[in-house]
């Protein structure tokens, strides 16, 4: 009996102490940063704010773009997203995570959207030629927009 006490008390003391790292975000910074967006849905609704909103934009509408047809180099857009990345004035850490967060949305979002065969839309297909034609154009600020 007193060992399960103790476990209470300890539960009743930590779980505060938790939620109190959770709400100030001190949990996120132990997890570490994400590295990109996982999936169609995540990728859209980044916030610009986020220091990855650049490369999982771009990375996502070139997952996207290829899913649906469109004829573009993806090899080469991501070199020229890697080029406007070493143009910054920013750590070579920042622009390396920078870039892992491209590559690994691209990844995602290819293999999230790749089971649905009705995903290439006609209000999809705008939007992300939209897209692809800013990014092609070296318009990395440009904030991809989603479609249904």
Known sequence: ???RG???FLLLVLLPCLAALASCGAVDKIRGPEKGASNDATAWKVKKQDPLSQPIQVGWTSARASYCGFV????QLRSNFIAYVNREPISTDEKAKLVAAYDYTR???LKSISAD???CNKDRTTAIQKDLKAYLAGDFAHRAQPAN
């Open 117 to 119: 065969p009705n995903y």
């Open 107 to 109: 990844a995602s979002v």
């Open 6 to 8: 103790r476990n209470i």
């Open 72 to 75: 573009f180099n993806p090899t």
């Open 1 to 3: 009996m007193q060992v």
